[in-house]
């Protein structure tokens, strides 16, 4: 007579023994868990890390609305937009954008430079879990500073910022900011020290997200500088998301959507590899 336990049944001390996993699927719990503490790490210091971006981005759109005269007009995909209006949507993304990079690239970053790395890798996590709770809290920074945003636009007078095309705003919102999350991440493992991500957030995130289309229609730019921007993924994202707001765009959103969710999809698998591998990060 077979001595083993019918199928599908296991006594617990074997479950439990060491080698056996008993965690078969995916580790929700840990998985909440840690999507939890990437948010509470941002949440309790709230006033750096979403009111004060919330505020410096509204300080732009009272500059630049002040300066040129918010109701100076921008031809967008052929109709003309108030300046202010066409400014605020893209104020908006590129708040969500830098802020879901800033998170992201904090992450393993400060674990490497304080050596509590072990509390990312030790734990019975998943790669793929991993990965999704360090982007899930990146993405929820880049909405909070989003909705933090878009409210205090509500109180500056000349500017009439109501959503349109719902779907749009929350495709290349998202989107977008996942892509950012994967840049953080790759950021976060590649760099040794602050002054490495600072360097990836002034000299690629900065110009890219500033020369994209988010103060200009390209419409004015040479025709050099207009191919420039055709290969900027940050135009796209830009231009998508203001599509949800005025229902025009400088670029076709559908070709536009189609490439950020391309390159998320491609970098999100280049971070999976990297991390599964533990490149500089099991040293």
């Given at each position: 007579?077979?001595?083993q ?18 965690i ?22 709230q ?10 981005t ?6 630049f609305t ?17 300046f ?5 949507p ?9 802020n879901?990079?800033a ?35 990146a ?10 945003v ?35 991440i ?13 360097a ?9 997200t500033?020369?994209?289309?988010t ?16 290969f900027n993924?940050?135009f ?34 280049i ?13």
């Open positions: 007579m077979s001595t336990p019918p199928s599908g049944e296991m006594p617990s001390a074997i479950a439990n023994a060491p080698g056996v996993p008993t078969r699927n995916v580790n929700w719990g840990g998985l909440r868990t840690l999507y939890i503490k990437e948010v509470r790490r941002f949440f309790k210091v006033l750096q890390t979403v009111w004060a971006p919330a505020i410096t509204l300080l732009f759109l009272v500059i002040v300066a040129t005269g918010g109701k100076r007009p921008v031809n967008v995909g052929g109709v003309d937009v108030p202010a209006d066409f400014l605020a893209g104020l908006i993304v590129m708040g969500m954008l830098q879901s990079f998170n992201s690239s904090f992450s393993l970053l400060v674990g490497k430079i304080q050596g509590t790395i072990v509390d990312y890798l030790m734990p019975p996590l998943s790669t793929g879990e991993l990965l999704a709770a360090m982007v899930g809290g993405v929820t920074r880049a909405f909070c500073v989003g909705g933090a878009f409210l205090a636009m509500q109180f500056w007078p000349g500017v009439r910022l109501f959503p349109q095309h719902p779907f749009a705003i929350l495709w290349f919102g998202l989107l977008g900011s996942v892509f950012l999350a994967f840049v953080g790759l950021t976060s493992m590649w760099a040794e020290k602050f002054d490495h991500a600072a990836v957030q002034n000299f690629l995130i900065a110009p890219l500033l020369l994209s289309g103060f200009y229609s390209i419409d004015k730019l040479a025709p050099a500088f207009q191919a420039f921007s055709y993924p940050f796209y994202i830009i231009s998508g998301f203001r599509y949800g707001f005025l229902l025009n765009a400088d670029s076709n959103v559908l070709m536009g959507g189609i490439v950020i969710l391309v390159i998320d999809i491609v970098m999100g698998f971070c999976y590899r990297l991390l599964r591998s533990g490149w500089k990060l099991k040293n």
